[in-house]
């Protein structure tokens, strides 16, 4: 919501995107490489995450039966969250 205000109020989507990844566009090369390590860190960080998540469910499934009503419920959860 936040950002759909800031839009309405500053410049356009497009201005505010350049904008923003000017400075990765003139970064040096070793800056990028940093950049690009640090985006791997984040992408295996949310695999693992992910895949706790999955683990969890899958065993709440199994000891309490959970069905897919509480999948249902627990996925909206997840998305208001994060």
């Known amino acids: 919501m936040r950002g759909c ?8 989507l497009a201005e505010r995107i350049d904008r ?8 040096p090369a070793r800056h ?9 860190t ?3 960080q949310l695999t693992e995450l992910y895949w706790q998540i999955c683990n969890e469910i899958l065993a709440q499934q199994d000891r309490r039966g959970w069905g897919s009503e509480v999948i249902k419920r627990l996925a909206s959860d997840l998305e208001s969250e994060f």
């Open 32 to 40: 990028l490489r940093r950049l690009r390590q640090v985006g791997v």
């Open 5 to 12: 205000v800031a839009r309405r109020r500053g410049a356009p």
């Open 20 to 27: 923003l990844a000017k400075p990765v566009r003139i970064a």
């Open 42 to 44: 984040v992408d295996t």
